[in-house]
């Protein structure tokens, strides 16, 4: 059984940095892809980044590239997603994803390629 859960977010100004962190309990040896995904009120979650567990290989949502960096620390099973220079239009619910598969796969920054999420986490940038 997978379980994950976000930390790390709060309120920061426009240009600041925050860092999220994922516990991934029961990940080992079964997931095959984190992610990060957001919410704005009254929008559609978006992608913001993805990771290849043990492999390594990296993804990013376009609007995220160069500011935000995704990372696995395998022996603590965590996941985390380093945000600098955020802006406002970041300010949402972040939430963190794993898939397990066998199962659907629709590509590492797309929500239906993952099967667990966890409750989210609040990220406010005012300017």
């Known amino acids: 059984q997978v379980q994950l859960v976000e930390s790390g977010g709060g309120s920061v100004q426009a240009g600041g940095s925050l860092r999220l962190s994922c516990a991934a309990s029961?990940?080992?040896?079964?997931?095959?892809?984190l992610g990060w995904f957001r919410q704005a009120p009254g929008k559609g979650r978006e992608a913001v980044a993805a990771i290849v567990t043990g492999g390594g290989t990296k993804y990013y949502a376009d609007s995220m590239k160069g500011r935000f960096t995704i990372s696995q620390d395998n022996v603590k099973n965590t996941v985390a997603l380093q945000m600098n220079s955020l802006k406002p239009e970041d300010t949402a619910t972040y939430y963190c994803?794993?898939?397990?598969?066998?199962?659907?796969?629709?590509?590492?920054?797309?929500?239906?390629?993952?099967?667990?999420w966890g409750q989210g986490t609040q990220v406010s940038v005012s300017s």
């Open positions: 029961g990940c080992t040896g079964s997931c095959n892809y």
């Open positions: 994803a794993a898939r397990i598969p066998p199962g659907r796969f629709a590509g590492p920054l797309s929500e239906y390629t993952y099967n667990y």
